[in-house]
């Protein structure tokens, strides 16, 4: 399964789960419905996120700009966490690509305004880290 692939199926997993309060095994069960892909960088991707989760939230939360993380679009917050993951967590994936990726699911998933949100959410935190 391409990398591109694989986020696109974790948003929709890390959005069922959040918003459906679906398990695991049935998110998975979803989006690999009718593919014979090899989904082990979907699952580690779903799986780092879920169980780094709180610490993601807390760090989403420093660059929400008037917002709360509970009350940005389900879909966003799936992104959002998605991108966190990879940013904090991951070393091979650079930055940049990991932006462009944010930006492609949210413009996939939700609507040019979204996208645009999570450019500047993502923007803010790697504008941080490069003064760390």
């Known amino acids: 399964m391409k990398r591109r692939t694989a986020r696109e199926k ?3 997993c890390l959005f069922q789960i959040d918003m459906a309060e679906t398990t695991l095994g049935d998110a998975y069960a979803f989006v690999l419905e009718n593919t014979a892909e090899d989904p082990t960088y979907l699952r580690h991707l779903v799986e780092a996120t879920l169980s780094n989760q ?3 939230d807390e760090e989403i939360k420093k660059y929400l700009r008037g917002w709360q993380l509970d009350r940005i679009a389900n879909v966003d917050r799936a992104v959002l966490r998605l991108a ?3 940013l904090m967590f991951e070393t091979d994936t650079p930055p940049r690509v990991v932006l462009n990726e944010a930006i492609e699911l949210a413009k996939t998933f939700s609507d ?3 996208s645009k949100f999570i450019n500047g959410v993502l923007s803010a935190y790697l504008q941080s880290r490069q003064l760390a």
């Open 10 to 12: 974790a948003v929709q």
């Open 54 to 56: 709180d610490a993601i």
């Open 84 to 86: 966190f993951y990879e």
């Open 112 to 114: 040019e305004q979204s």
